[in-house]
């Protein structure tokens, strides 16, 4: 390559540098949406801080999952039979991967997600930066769950899955303790619990309603102890 295409693509890349410092592009009207990863990331790190905390104090082996943020439009196989694409949300037990589609997230995130089971029919709505989180904090919860021994050999999804919303408030306050969410991120969470709630009862895969949803992760938000989401596992 001739050197002046070399200096110019090295100029562009640090025009882009620049304008990634600036948190900015050239143009609001015209700048592509801010990128949900930083967001995702950083959640991420606070509830794996929260567990390894957690596990630490209780005697247990410090916790360990991947993460696989699908990019807008992409499809990635997981081990688990299905693929992640742009609405994926999802823990994979066979790869240790929480995968969570940054389409997904961003819509979450922006309000304008449509098709949850709750919010369509009248309950919640899964708007905002913590509805996000809660999703997020969620997933972790199954992979806290399969290093327990507590996902094999089960045929319902229901009582891991208000136990991964108990255990997703229990974060949610070692947050609130630490002065990082405010009343409303609380409010946000419990309505996306709400909304995210199904009423597909005699499938295996039911969720919960978006009562029982809602008052999981209370629960855990209420709780100074992980073993207030124990109940769940009885259901
Ligand atoms: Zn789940």
Known sequence: MPRSHVRRSC???SL???LLLLGGGPSS????P????????GVLGSVDDYWHETQAAAGRPAPSVLHSWVVPGAQVDSACGVPAGDDAAFYCPVDDTIYVGQ?????????????LPGQKAGYGKAAGDFAVAYVVAHEYAHNVQEEAGLLAGRTR??????????????WARWEYGKG????????????AALAVGDFDYFNPQHHGTP???HDALQTGMQSTSTSACDQYLQR
Do not use: H, M, W
């Open 103 to 115: 389409a997904f997230a961003s819509a979450l995130y922006d309000g304008v997600f449509e098709g």
């Open 34 to 41: 801010a990128p949900i990863t930083p967001f995702l990331d």
């Open 29 to 32: 009207a015209q700048a592509a």
């Open 16 to 18: 882009f540098v620049v």
């Open 180 to 191: 990082k969410l405010t009343d409303a991120d609380v409010q946000e969470a419990l309505d």
């Open 11 to 13: 100029a562009a890349l």
């Open 211 to 213: 009562k029982e949803r």
């Open 157 to 170: 999804a229901l009582p891991t899955e208000l136990n991964a919303d108990c255990l997703a408030g229990t």
